[in-house]
Structure formats: structure tokens, C-alpha cells
T-cell receptor
């Protein structure tokens, strides 16, 4: 079964720093990988979607990369702001025939809790 | 113009009761899901439906029964509620089983508390 790991579990940085969140997954047979943000007590907001054929996606100060062969993705946040404080979740969508009985559904990591201090 | 909407947002009920959570999406997606987020904030798939057909049924007690009257709606009925069912339940949808061009869209969640 696809296992998704996120490192670090928690991160605290001063405002203005650039930072990298890491995600690794055990089975490289994926359709895509999606990064989400979750604020306390709220739902999930999609940040970036990377299809298996893509290497990276960018949106504003966010850049996500995907190295499918090594089972890794990184989310880069430039010039962090206090408003970026949230939990960031990485999720992979296993591909057909991957053997996972949770195929056709996102498998989530446990998240990185980010605090950006003023 | 909410894309994926769930009702109710909060649900407090006693052990042994039966309750339902409703989900609707107006994105024209074919696939819908129920996820459970436990007290440690880990999100786990429960069910998925594609065009009203059940695709995934994870190891979930039989007390949980999803129903999809049409591809825009996926409801979750829970019988004989137990304390351990307390969690946040998220509905989600995607264009198709692969996630499509835009990935998954999630609802805002239903916080279920069983007392």
C-alpha cells in the first residue's frame, strides 16, 4: 500500500524566510500528487497539483517539484508570511494496477505544521 | 457558488443514535469520496463512488453506509453511533478516478461529536 511521509512534522520560522517542505512516497506508480493547506478547524485548500508527467508547478510564492522515480516531492515557499501558518498536506493518487487497495483515492501524509512568526 | 458543500457543519449526538451527513458538488465531477480525519489529524479514505458506482470501500464498519442518488450527491449514513466515530468527515470530488486536470476539491468538513 502507498505510504506517504512528510518531514518535518512541525516547523517554525521567522517571517521572510524561504522554506522547503518534504514529502516522500513508497510507490512511484502515481497519477498525480497534490499539495493542500489546512487552517485550524477548516477544510482543505488545494495549493498545487502535479501530474505524473510533470516535474514542477508554480503558483505565486509556491513551487512544488516532483521526482517520481525517487518518490519525492518538495513544496518551496518563498518569503514566508505569518498568513502562511497552517498545516500543509501532501497527497498522492496511486495509478491503476499499482496493487494498492486504495487505488483511485488520495493517500495523505500526516502533514507539516508550519508557524511563521512576525 | 460553493463547489463541494456538506451539511451539517457540526453534529453532536448521543451514542446509539443514527445520523446522516449530506454532500453535494456542482463541479460536474464524476467521482466523489468520503474521508475521515481523526483526532491526530490524519486523513483516511472511507469510500469512493464513480458515476454512482461504489469503487472503494475501505475497512469501515458496516454501520457506515454511503448512498449516491446521482453523481452530484454522496451521502453518508451512520447507524448506532459510537464514541470512536467522533471525527471530522470530509467529502471530496474529482473529475474522474485519476483526479483529472484539477485534482480533488474538498468540502469544509462535518465535525461529528458523539457523547
Amino acid at each position: 500500500k502507498q505510504e506517504v511521509t512528510q518531514i518535518p512534522a512541525a516547523l517554525s520560522v521567522p517571517e521572510g524566510e524561504n522554506l522547503v517542505l518534504n514529502c516522500s512516497f513508497t510507490d512511484s506508480a502515481i497519477y498525480n500528487l497534490q499539495w493542500f493547506r489546512q487552517d485550524p478547524g477548516k477544510g482543505l485548500t488545494s495549493l498545487l497539483l502535479i501530474q505524473s508527467s510533470q516535474r514542477e508547478q508554480t503558483s505565486g510564492r509556491l513551487n512544488a517539484s516532483l521526482d517520481k522515480s525517487s518518490g519525492r516531492s518538495t513544496l518551496y515557499i518563498a518569503a514566508s508570511q505569518p498568513g502562511d501558518s497552517a498545516t500543509y498536506l501532501c497527497a498522492v493518487n496511486p495509478a491503476l494496477g499499482s496493487g494498492s487497495n486504495s487505488g483511485y483515492a488520495l493517500n495523505f501524509g500526516k502533514g507539516t505544521s508550519l508557524l511563521v512568526t512576525p | 457558488d460553493t463547489a463541494v458543500s456538506q451539511t451539517p457543519k457540526y453534529l453532536v449526538t448521543q451514542m446509539g443514535n443514527d445520523k446522516s451527513i449530506k454532500c453535494e458538488q456542482n463541479l460536474g465531477h464524476d467521482t466523489m469520496y468520503w474521508y475521515k480525519q481523526d483526532s491526530k489529524k490524519f486523513l483516511k479514505i472511507m469510500f469512493s463512488y464513480n458515476n454512482k458506482e461504489l469503487i472503494i470501500n475501505e475497512t469501515v464498519p458496516n454501520r457506515f453506509s454511503p448512498k449516491s442518488p446521482d453523481k452530484a450527491h454522496l451521502n453518508l449514513h451512520i447507524n448506532s453511533l459510537e464514541l470512536g466515530d467522533s471525527a471530522v468527515y470530509f467529502c471530496a470530488s474529482s473529475q474522474d478516478l485519476t483526479g483529472g486536470d484539477y485534482g480533488y476539491t474538498f468540502g469544509s468538513g462535518t465535525r461529528l461529536t458523539v457523547v
